[in-house]
């Protein structure tokens, strides 16, 4: 844009009344940092205090000490919810307290969660307020009993979802969603270890929790670049949860052969869908260099275990159907760069049962896809140059 480094001006004219007005405002809000700066010197935890730093932290959410002041108040307030001992310090807690207790720290929680939301549909990228919204989820984990605190957890995954929903490739919310999820799989370990203890207390409604999310994960990322193929970030994902699912799975050797294969294929067609899309690019390459970089002990996959000549076969039939996709796009700079990629692997790794790959041949076009990435992009010239040098 031709406007950036330029200040915003008003284009209509000021009146003295906007002028005294503003004026108002910021004495106003001056006054109120003053009188929360007072509580915060005095350490004042009040509720007093949480309605005053509410007040200035929807006019303000950058204020991070206030924030920090927000928290000590909260855990004030938290401790104050315990009930006194009645007479007897060495007589249990009854359960009505238990309960009682319980329920008024859910409830101060759940009014912290429920005060940032709008903050957050204001101000999405502040980052204070998602530090402080994950504060009151982790507060959630170490006050409340772990099954109540992990019903909270669940909830913040439907605000994730309705954030992706709004922008699918927000890799703010994609993060934010896995954090969740590594979360959530946390308690829901705790839960079931407790369970599986002796001496465990009993609580009613338990039952065993399915603790790995990542079927569902992978599944949410199908969903998600289903609805467009330029999601980084679900592509991304899917990379990191593969390795995951297929060892919860038990896939056998034959099995992951056959996933990967599954995977391969949507690459093309997603490649031929739209081949300039570099995330598709991207996840395409992950998949080749992940499951055919040449054999050693120390490239070895554990995700895709594919014999030299199923590498081979692989790279093979991979090059062939992107010969064909060049033939229609002949100026794809994505597409010729894979491709001397895939005729590196291919080089290396030699060929199969049906016959060895010819090196020479190979090297000679990727000497000419470099060729045409010079002509079709001088920019990156020096790249290619020293590609070129390399072969």
């Not at 062939?320 to 894979?338: A, G, H, S, V």
Request: aromatic share 8%; proline share 4%.
């Amino acid at each position: 844009m031709t406007t950036h480094g330029v200040p915003r001006t008003s284009t209509a004219p000021r009146t003295p009344q906007a002028i005294k007005a503003e004026l108002l405002k910021i004495e106003a809000y001056n006054t109120l940092v003053s009188e929360v700066q007072d509580l915060k010197s005095t350490n004042t935890y009040s509720q007093d205090s949480l309605s005053k730093t509410s007040t200035l932290l929807t006019q303000n959410p950058e204020f991070n000490t206030i924030w920090n002041f927000r928290r000590r108040i909260i855990l004030h307030l938290l401790s104050s919810t315990t009930p006194k001992p009645s007479g007897n310090e060495n007589e249990p807690e009854s359960l009505e307290d238990k309960e009682k207790e319980e329920k008024s720290k859910l409830s101060l929680l759940s009014a912290e969660l429920t005060f940032l939301l709008p903050l957050l549909q204001s101000f999405p990228k502040c980052y204070w307020i998602w530090n402080y919204r994950l504060f009151i989820l982790q507060t959630a984990s170490e006050q409340l009993n772990l099954q109540t605190a992990l019903k909270v957890w669940k909830a913040e995954m439907g605000l994730v979802e309705k954030m992706l929903a709004r922008d699918s490739r927000n890799f703010h919310g994609w993060g934010y969603r896995r954090y969740l999820v590594q979360s959530i799989e946390g308690l829901k370990h705790e839960i079931n270890a407790r369970q599986t203890e002796k001496q465990a207390e009993v609580v009613e409604g338990e039952e065993e929790e399915e603790e790995s999310l990542a079927e569902q994960e992978f599944a949410y990322t199908t969903a998600m670049y289903g609805k467009d193929l330029s999601n980084f970030s679900a592509w991304h994902n899917r990379s990191k949860l593969i390795p995951r699912v297929l060892t919860e799975r038990e896939a056998t050797v034959e099995e992951r052969r056959t996933f990967l294969d599954g995977e391969l294929g949507e690459m093309q067609t997603a490649v031929y869908t739209d081949p300039y899309d570099q995330s598709i690019q991207l996840y395409n390459h992950w998949l080749l260099l992940e499951s055919c970089s040449p054999s050693s002990p120390e490239t070895t996959s554990e995700v895709f275990p594919l014999t030299d000549s199923q590498k081979s076969e692989t790279l093979q039939r991979t090059l062939e159907w992107m010969r064909e996709l060049l033939d229609e796009e002949q100026d794809c700079r994505l597409l010729l760069e894979e491709m001397i990629f895939v005729g590196g692997l291919l080089r290396d790794v030699g060929g199969n049962e049906e016959g060895e790959v010819d090196r020479e041949e190979i090297t000679a076009d990727m000497q000419a896809w470099l060729r045409k990435l010079m002509e079709i992009d001088p920019m990156r010239g020096g790249r290619w140059r020293e590609m070129q040098e390399r072969l």
